[in-house]
């Protein structure tokens, strides 16, 4: 059932989005939001064929950077991502807040590591990491924010209309309810 979600949710996030400088239309954000907030530890079962279709349809680097891609968004995004989402769990925080905040962080920690990435590619490093940095920030803090919005509504109306199959990952407190 997490798989299933995970993928739903991402495919919901990926296909709501528009075409941004430093991104394509269709990259794994939502898979990455959706894995933080739900499991990381199916992330992989669906990001490498998705990065292989991205590679042979859309190019985003093509083949090439499929491992540099596969870690900056099936792994670091995610898994900073999902120890947030546990430590705020473990925190009670309210879930609209855990959401949005997972949200947020999985699209900076995978713009940061490719960012790093691309510096360590076309170097110098620092001078390449302030550029790559100031390029991302410019697109992706917004995006972030709006995507960690939308993933709340989301999810608070997936917990009101379906609470059957949020139950386990955010169970309802009266707090929350208020």
């Keep these: 059932m997490k798989p299933a979600l995970v993928a739903a949710c991402g495919l919901a996030v990926l296909f709501a989005r528009g075409t941004i400088a430093s991104g394509p239309p269709l990259d794994l954000r939502g898979y990455m939001d959706s894995s933080g907030a739900i499991t990381v530890h199916h992330n992989g079962q669906s990001v490498d064929p998705y990065f292989a279709l991205q590679a042979l349809l859309l190019a985003h680097g093509g083949f ?6 596969v870690f900056s968004m099936g792994v670091a995004g995610p898994f900073v ?7 705020m769990t473990k925190a009670r925080v309210r879930t609209s807040v855990k959401v949005f905040i997972t949200v947020f962080l999985a ?4 713009y940061i590591t490719t960012a790093v990435q691309l510096a360590l590619a076309y170097g110098p490093f620092e001078d390449s990491l302030i550029s790559f940095l100031a390029v991302f920030a410019i697109t992706q803090i917004p995006l972030g924010i709006v995507e960690g919005i939308l993933f709340a509504i989301f999810i608070d109306y997936l917990e009101r209309a379906r609470p059957d199959l949020t139950e386990k990952v955010f169970p309802r407190r009266v707090k929350d309810e208020a």
């Design 81 to 87: 991502a999902y120890m947030a989402f546990k430590a």
């Design 107 to 110: 699209g900076m920690v995978t």
């Design 64 to 69: 090439t950077t499929m491992g540099a891609n």
